[in-house]
């Protein structure tokens, strides 16, 4: 049973409604000319107005203009915005000038687009799309998928013309790539290009782009997790997850029963084994080790929002033809917590990584500033906050999730109205308009953890409904003006890490519950200005000072109805982390194994030790780049000649035969030591550091288990911001040893 398109539902009010249209307000914002400015550029043209800053000419340009598509098309669809529709169909029209003067069928904004593409075919090596380019595969990705959304949601006759233009130059190209090439070429970021192809099937009907799918199609990616194994730990997430999505798509057209297993496996690992509550999974945009969940309470760079805008796209893909319960869980616990908390709910600003540590906080996009990735995942995000709300076919309407809305089903002659105050509370009306008695299966999702089943209440009368596969099921001939109401139960439960550690989140019905910390000012969590982070790099709050919350404990509403949850200082106030903003915040809580004394102050003691090693370092940081890891080096300028990268147990490493330098920034001139660590190497190892190009000797080294790390003093530079390269040079026939990270530290005690 299909999902109901996003043009036949409208949101009517709550949460989603509003998610949308702040999102509206955001991308009326954004200026279309702005956006094309890298297209005009490569295509020979003048722009028409100057680029965006921030990642807009940092190597991915042009890549917000293919998700401005796709969320105007999916605006347009659900709402009828004219002012986008107008916008859209601009932006179309001067992609397709760009594309004319161009007269090769290409169109983009990727940097020295010429060259690249004259390289690859010339030869795809290894350097290829490493050597200072960033991407350009997961940017073009981005415009396939924004030409192929304006197409099938606002029936634009440009938009088929260009992306079939694109995709055969595509084509054209690639008959002289052999497999091994081709293959070598897809362990960078691609987006989803083996889903944009199966989409360009879906349109066309042609054979081909099914070809170019498989083609596009990661087998060392798919061949693991086909024999249901999971290998994911250490690799980047965002690259990952949007092949599954295209791994799910190309298995419905082709019926390859591997890469079907491939995608239900990867969905499967990633939401019961690398899964925090809010939906959101992996650190610093790395799968961490399944085990080891400690990087995810550690760290700031939680979960990041691009991989569940992609998670929600993979379950809608391996649920396509009918509803199964535990996905369509998991989409309501994605949507209403890591989704709906990613966005500010007045400016609309979007979120990168969303910190699981306890008393962290996040920063907020702006339009003017802002060009994460997660900005355009975001943008379409909440366009589309209608798509998942019900299913149809022949003779069974679904409601899925819970949101104020109307849906119409011309078929049955049905115009159904859902009313609810969901999260808020479980109670939900549905009214019937029909344009005459019509029989036909009414369902509606009882979520997981709905118990007991509610009662169903047909024109305020009691009434028997089966239950069918996580949905109650009415079957009868229905008249217009028919009223259907239940209430789905909410109650407080705790939720463990997967991996079994002591820490727990909090909920209540489907709502991920937080604690509210320090109010911060718009300065500090909002981008608002050129080249601001998009990570929250304010100071880490110790673990050692969270509160502890019994094994047992789970959230209940007091005498007043407020929520709350016991804990070693009394009862904590709690409130729905979604609408929580502008704030300090606390998701995952520690847990003592018993209430008694003694195992609280062990624990408290264990949590001091726990930021006593991570403090000696991390509160000593002003820059950081985690060598290996693609967009720690994209953020920080990674250059290399003759250089590998791999992993360890799930730690990431970079070494090189002759030379790699980055970039880091100290912008309030506060460092005075670099730290290099790598992997301990028994044959010794060999480099020399070299700051702004001068060679410097390292003051102090040691090992700690695997890793061994040198320091290096750090003189300041009088220049303002503070931006420093590194490089690390092999010496002669010898490569460097395996190296992990650059730090820039204050000096110690500072
Ligand atoms: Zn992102």
Redesign the pocket.
Known sequence: MPFVPISQVTLTGGPLFRAQEADRAYLRALEPDRLLAPFLREAGLEPRAASYDDWEVRGLDGHTAGHYLSACSLMVASTGDDVLRFRLEYTVAELARAQDHLGTGYVGGVPRSAELWAEVAAGITESTFRAGRWVPWYNLHKLYAGLIDAARLTGNQVAPDVVLRLATWWEELAVGIDDEHFQLMLETEIGGMNEAYVDLFDLTGDPRHLAMAARFTSTALSGPLSRRSDELTGLHA?TRIPQFVGFAALAARSGDPALARAARFAWETILTRRTVAIGGNSVREHFHAIDDFTPMTEDREGP???NSYNLIKLGRRLSADGSDPAVADALERILFNHLLSSQHPEHGGLV?FTSMRPDHYRVYSSPEHSF???VG?GLESHAKHGESLYRFDDDTVSVELFAPSVVRIPELGLELEQRTAFPSDGVVGLTLGLTGPRRFRLRVRVPGWSVPTPEVFLNGAPVTAELERGHLVLDREWSDGDTVSFELTMGGRAEPYPDGSDWTSLLWGPSVLAARGESLPTDVVLAGRAHAPHTAVGPLTLLASAPIVPRSAVPYRDADGRLRVDSDRGPIPLEPFAGLHDARYTVTFPVASTADEDAVARRRTALAEQDRRASSIDGRTVDRVALGEQQPEADHGFEGVASASGAVGGVRWRSTAERLSVTLVDPHLLGRVVRVTWLHDPAGHGFTLEIDGTPVAPREGGRDDDLEWAEYPLTPTSAGWGVRRFALVADLDRETPRCTELRVLTAEGA
């Open positions: 965002n990041e929002t691009c990168y994460w990735c997660c995942t």
